[in-house]
């Protein structure tokens, strides 16, 4: 199997990256905070589809949390990582370590436009920031042609796809549709921190899209009356405490005024415990996992 290299600081990994340029070959990329499951796989493989040569970074981001406490906890399982990325034929992985991508004096910001107000944005101050923050200093040391990103953070994905058109990054992005369990919940690294009681509860996030959805199917066409069979999911569900459930344009992220199939996204944001739990789908073409559930 072929050696995976481990690079830990942005000047090592451009360089890295300018040997495979330089052979004619193109970089695939995939950025994360670790803690790898079969979401971030598929990612991976996307990237391969996409590209002679993946790169996996692992770098948890602490410009992009507005809680220290869940920064504390993130998940930091390194050598799984690697591990998990040597199977799957990446050829480099890029772990910064927080004092090479933030040293003493570090002082610029890169921030998001209207896209960041809402939703995570609002819920989350300064989040946004942080990831584009990121996802630029990320670029500059990776260098791709290609970089992958999920739908499950589908205001991350949209705002990544504004920043390198903006900036004129020259990355390609790439989506991927949400990788779930069998009963439907998202794959998420902070799933990692559920205990077995926070785990069932945490179904309530894919029933209450299914909930949704399914009224929407039903004919109900005002978007409030379509979240209500949402809302009543998670109220029954004592583990759990909504953040938000709606119905929004798919490319403002404001408010849906109408219900029109192609323009609007059904996105959710729900705490269980500490662990807060982000998901959304097309709510008129759902993923079958969802589209299965019995609500
Ligand atoms: P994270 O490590 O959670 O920051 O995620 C890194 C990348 O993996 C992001 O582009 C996420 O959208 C993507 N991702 C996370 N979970 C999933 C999932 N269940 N299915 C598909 N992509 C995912």
């Known amino acids: 199997m072929e050696v995976t290299r481990v690079?830990?600081?942005?000047t090592g990994m451009r360089q890295w990256s300018t040997g495979v340029a330089r052979q004619g070959r193109t970089i695939g990329f995939v950025p994360t905070m670790g803690a790898l499951h079969d979401g971030h796989l598929a990612l991976v493989e996307a990237a391969g589809s996409?590209?002679?040569?993946?790169?996996?970074?692992?770098?948890?981001?602490?410009?992009?949390?507005?809680?220290r406490v869940?920064?504390?906890?993130?998940?930091?399982?390194?050598?799984?990582?690697?591990?998990h990325c040597r199977h799957a034929g990446?050829?480099?992985v890029y772990a910064p370590t927080a004092a090479a991508m933030y040293p003493p004096g570090f002082d610029t910001r890169v921030v998001p436009g209207t896209l960041a107000d809402r939703l995570e944005g609002a819920a989350?101050?300064?989040?946004?920031?942080?990831v584009a923050t990121v996802v630029t200093k990320l670029f500059a040391a990776v260098r791709p042609d290609v970089a992958v990103f999920g739908e499950k953070d589908y205001q991350q994905l949209a705002l990544v796809r504004r920043l390198a058109a903006d900036l004129d990054l020259g990355v390609q992005i790439v989506s991927v549709p949400t990788v779930r369990d069998a009963d439907g919940l998202a794959l998420s690294s902070r799933n990692r921190l559920l205990d077995g009681p926070q785990r069932l509860a945490a179904r309530c996030?894919?029933?209450?899209?299914?909930?949704?959805?399914?009224?929407?199917?039903?004919?109900?066409?005002?978007?409030?009356?379509?979240?209500?069979?949402?809302?009543?999911?998670?109220?029954?569900?004592?583990?759990?405490?909504?953040?938000?459930?709606?119905l929004v344009d798919a490319a403002t992220f404001g408010p849906a005024r109408e219900l029109r199939p192609g323009s609007v996204r059904l996105v959710t944001a729900v705490r269980v415990g500490e662990i807060r739990l982000i998901d959304n789908v097309d709510p008129f073409d759902p993923p079958p996992l969802i589209e299965q559930i019995d609500v």
Do not use: C, K, M
């Open 7 to 10: 690079l830990t600081d942005p």
């Open 50 to 67: 996409h590209a002679d040569a993946v790169v996996v970074s692992v770098f948890v981001n602490q410009l992009q949390f507005d809680q």
């Open 70 to 83: 869940d920064f504390d906890a993130y998940p930091r399982p390194i050598d799984e990582d690697v591990d």
């Open 90 to 92: 990446v050829e480099a």
């Open 124 to 130: 989350r101050p300064g989040h946004f920031d942080g």
């Open 205 to 246: 996030v894919p029933r209450a899209l299914a909930a949704v959805t399914r009224a929407i199917r039903q004919g109900v066409d005002s978007p409030r009356a379509a979240l209500d069979h949402g809302f009543a999911v998670v109220a029954a569900e004592p583990a759990a405490r909504l953040d938000y459930l709606e």
